[in-house]
C-alpha cells in the first residue's frame, strides 16, 4: 500500500511538471492600431505574416505576397481595382534587402547574425543617407544618422533607455518578420541630437537636442493598448492605441 502511495505521488509530480512545461505564453499579434484618427487593420497567414491592411479612411486594402525571393505588395481599391504594386527582394532568410521606388531612389539593408537590421542605406538623386543602428541586450540602443547632401552634411544621432517590459509591438507582432527584429523591451526615453557637420557657411550652426519620453497602459496579458510619445521641449505628445487578436 505504502509502495503503491509512492509510486502514485510520483506519477502526480511528473504529471504537474509537464503540464508546466507545456504552459505557453500568448504570443500578442496586433488586430488595429490607430493614431491620429486613422485606423489600420491587420490579418495574417497561417504562419502569422502580415498579410492584410484595411484603413478606415480609405476605400483600398493593402495585401503581401510572399515568394521564395521577393514580397510582393499590393494596393487594391473597393472595386478591385490594382492601384500600387511593387516588390522588395529577400536573403536566404526572408529578410528583406532592399527597395527602389524610382530610377533615381532606392534603399538597401544589411542585418546582423541576430536579424536585427543594422544598415540601412537610402540613395536619391541630391542626398544619400547612412543608418546604423547599435544593440545591445536585444534592442537598438543607438541610431546614428548621416546625411550627405550637395553642400552639407548632417547627422542625427537617437540614444534610447528601456524598460523592463516585454515589447508586445513588435515587427513580429505586427507579422514583419521580413523586416528582422525589433526591441525585445519598450522605449522608456529617447534623446534626439542633430548635428550640421559640415556646410559653405563659415559656421554651420550648433547642435540641437530633443528628449522624448514614452509611456503605456497595458491589457491584462502585459501587452501594450496605447503608447503616448511625448516630446518634452515642445510639449506634444502623439497617442496610439492597439487591440489584439
Not at 113 to 140: C, E, H, M, P, Q
Not at 218 to 237: P, Y
Request: hydrophobic share 30%; aromatic share 12%.
Amino acid at each position: 500500500m505504502k509502495k503503491s502511495l509512492i509510486i502514485l505521488s510520483l506519477l502526480a509530480f511528473i504529471f504537474a511538471i509537464s503540464c508546466k512545461k507545456d504552459k505557453t505564453t500568448p504570443q500578442p499579434k496586433v488586430k488595429t492600431k490607430t493614431e491620429g484618427g486613422i485606423t489600420q487593420t491587420y490579418t495574417y497567414d497561417a504562419q502569422g505574416r502580415q498579410l492584410q491592411i484595411f484603413y478606415n479612411t480609405l476605400s483600398l486594402h493593402d495585401t503581401v505576397i510572399y515568394r521564395t525571393d521577393s514580397i510582393l505588395f499590393l494596393s487594391v481599391s473597393s472595386t478591385g481595382v490594382l492601384t500600387q504594386s511593387f516588390a522588395m527582394p529577400v536573403n536566404s532568410l526572408g529578410l528583406v534587402t532592399g527597395y527602389a521606388s524610382s530610377l533615381f531612389s532606392s534603399e538597401s539593408y544589411a542585418y546582423n547574425s541576430d536579424k536585427y537590421r543594422i544598415l540601412t542605406n537610402t540613395n536619391s538623386l541630391f542626398s544619400s543617407t547612412k543608418d546604423t543602428a547599435y544593440i545591445s541586450n536585444g534592442n537598438v540602443i543607438r541610431n546614428i544618422s548621416t546625411t550627405n547632401s550637395s553642400f552639407t552634411t548632417t547627422q542625427e544621432v537617437h540614444d534610447y533607455t528601456f524598460s523592463d517590459k516585454s515589447n508586445s509591438i513588435s515587427n513580429e507582432a505586427f507579422g514583419l518578420q521580413y523586416k528582422g527584429k525589433s526591441n525585445q523591451q519598450l522605449i522608456n526615453t529617447e534623446i534626439a541630437t542633430s548635428t550640421t557637420i559640415s556646410c559653405p557657411a563659415p559656421s554651420c550652426g550648433s547642435p540641437t537636442t530633443r528628449t522624448y519620453n514614452y509611456t503605456y497602459e497595458f491589457d491584462s496579458n502585459g501587452w501594450v493598448t496605447k503608447r503616448t510619445i511625448t516630446d518634452v521641449g515642445a510639449s506634444t505628445s502623439t497617442v496610439t492605441s492597439y487591440t489584439y487578436y
